[in-house]
């Protein structure tokens, strides 16, 4: 289902009537990669209207704000060309070529085909546009001004779009693709440096980091009587249970209703195997058996 999707009609009949930005992507597909990248949990305050921003998300940069991503002509994404989105989420850079933070996650973003930012863009122009203006950041005075991430994209940014690895089997490719670039596991759960980078060795090895703590879920070292198995994983993905029997909360479960649970079953198995085939917690830290 997140695969190509066929597009209906000849492209160029539906580039008579359309503009060229709106011809290409499936916004059902596009939903579901939204709901597995978490766009509106960043894109919408409590109680307010679905992607029309205001959310606050603290960082150890200051306060961000989630603009309005609603078609709205003034204050949302109503006047930028689908070139102006893949800008964003694959450069990192807004429609006048500025530096856009990474508090947006467009290093993992980064990795996402063409086709699915076509998916995306074309579920983008289903939201209400809402005539709603952006909340200022709140950033520390070392981080207010843009140019600064010219230095830290040369440490913390990789340009994508996302290609398997040489022989990689093409399942965990696929499951790789779903959890780096789209759902971005490593964004909540991943610590990171000062200045935001993701620290090399310690993939999904939990953060008490703002917004929420995230725990470890990198697997546990073979024989460990804590290892979850590959159904374990799937079970997760797709009602929130851990083999404890509890449910997920906060964030967690949010992504679990919008995203991993209507994914298709195939790409479920994907990422349960991409997320086993992470490097495992050291034995040390599991001597509470
Ligand atoms: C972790 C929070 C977070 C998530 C998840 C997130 N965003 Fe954002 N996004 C932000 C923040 C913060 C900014 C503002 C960045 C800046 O000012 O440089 C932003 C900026 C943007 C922009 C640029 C808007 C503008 O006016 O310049 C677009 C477009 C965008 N996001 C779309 C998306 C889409 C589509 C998704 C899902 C695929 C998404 N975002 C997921 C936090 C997030
Ligand atoms: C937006 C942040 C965020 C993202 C993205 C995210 N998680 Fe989580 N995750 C959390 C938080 C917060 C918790 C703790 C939830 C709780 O308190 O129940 C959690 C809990 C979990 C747990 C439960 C661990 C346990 O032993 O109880 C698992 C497993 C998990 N996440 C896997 C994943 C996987 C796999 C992905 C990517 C597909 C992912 N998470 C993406 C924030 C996130």
Sequence with gaps: MLGVVALGGSPSDAAAAQPASAVAGDPEAGAVLAGLAGCLACHTEE?????????????????FHGPNITPDP??????????????????????????????????????????????LWAWLQFLDPVA?????????????????????RMVGFRR?????????????????????????????????????VPRRGAELAGTDAPPEP???????????????????RVTLLAYGMTPEGDFVGGEMMRLVEEGTRRLSDADREALARWWHSVPPRPASSADDR
């Excluded at 930028?80 to 993992?108: C, I, K």
């Excluded at 959890?179 to 971005?184: D, K, L, M, P, R």
């Design 47 to 63: 109680g307010g209207a679905p992607g029309a921003g205001g959310y606050a998300l603290p960082t150890q940069w200051g306060t």
């Design 74 to 119: 003034e204050h949302g994404l109503g006047a930028w060309t689908f070139e102006d989105f893949e800008r964003a989420m694959r450069h990192g850079r807004d429609p006048d070529g500025r530096f856009l933070y990474p508090a947006f996650p467009y290093p993992s973003y980064t990795g996402i085909s063409d086709d699915d930012l076509r998916h």
């Design 132 to 152: 709603q203006p952006d909340t200022p950041h709140d950033l520390n005075p070392g981080a207010r001004a843009r140019s600064v991430l010219g230095l830290w």
């Design 160 to 196: 994508g779009p996302f290609e398997p690895a040489r022989g990689e089997d093409p399942v965990l490719a696929r499951g790789r693709y779903l959890g780096e670039a789209v759902a971005h596991c490593g964004g909540c759960h991943t610590p990171r440096s000062g200045i935001g």
């Design 214 to 232: 995230s725990p470890d879920i990198r697997p546990h070292p073979a024989g460990d009587p804590h290892a979850w198995s590959h159904d374990d």
